[in-house]
């Protein structure tokens, strides 16, 4: 995997789009201490019930929160693009309540708590918008449980294509094509679908001339009958600035 820049610096643009922080708001985050992983596919970075003195950054690749039943069974609950920190409330909840993967080959940072907390406590902007991307990871939880408790198949396989879309493209990744590399395996397990229901949507979806999935990327063709076929509404995303208060 290639070198990264500043590895801050894609937590900076995201923070930057949501929350609009300044500019010595910005250098107070490039002074972060980061230590930079490179970690193979399927690698468990937490597991539920640890205790964790660490948040990760999200610099490449793909990640999964995750549970498991008593019989083995994996239900995803959140998937994570470059720019998430996954586990932001183990600053006030330490110990895991869920586990945390990759699904592709990736490149974490991980910062300290201490460091974290320090910058928290000395600016209260910085505070206020890495709270406020707990909060959306909330928004997110409960409008996946709206997709999965009510929508057909069809449309919740679409609502999880329009949102990762959207939220690549908030860190500068929404150009065709899109990295997607979820297995359908993978899709699944977070929309309580079996392998089959979700090859039959993604090729409903193709024919209906909305997108194609090639080789782990994703072309949008019509992005507004994508959004309609999904019931997608991006407000839970909060990536409007005018949404700000």
Request: charged fraction near 25%; glycine fraction near 4%; hydrophobic fraction near 40%.
């Amino acid at each position: 995997m290639p070198n990264s820049p500043d590895p801050i610096e894609i937590l900076i643009r995201r923070l930057q789009r949501s929350a609009g922080l300044e500019t010595s708001e910005l250098a107070e985050l490039r002074n972060l201490p980061v230590d930079v992983h490179d970690v193979a596919k399927n690698e468990t970075l937490a597991h539920e019930g640890e205790r964790v003195e660490q948040c990760i950054l999200l610099l490449e690749g793909f990640l999964i929160r995750f549970q498991h039943t008593r019989d083995g069974k994996r239900q995803i609950l959140s998937f994570y693009v470059p720019g998430d920190i996954p586990d932001l409330q183990t600053l006030h909840l330490p110990t895991m309540d869920h586990s945390l993967a990759t699904i592709t080959p990736a490149r974490i940072g991980r910062i300290p708590h201490k460091a974290m907390r320090e910058l928290c406590h000395r600016n209260r902007r910085v505070a206020d918008a890495l709270w406020r991307e707990t909060l959306i990871d909330a928004a997110v939880a409960r409008t996946w449980v709206r997709c999965v408790g009510r929508l057909t198949a069809h449309a919740r396989v679409a609502h999880m294509l329009c949102e990762l879309h959207a939220r690549l493209d908030a860190v500068g990744l929404g150009e065709d094509p899109v990295p997607m590399p979820i297995t359908q395996a993978d899709f699944g397990d977070a929309m309580g679908l079996s392998v089959v229901q979700i090859n039959r949507t993604l090729r409903d979806l193709r024919e209906e001339g909305l997108i194609t999935l090639h080789r782990r990327e994703m072309i949008v063709h019509d992005l507004p009958r994508l959004h309609h076929a999904a019931e997608f509404d991006p407000l839970y995303l909060h990536l409007d600035t005018r949404q700000r208060r």
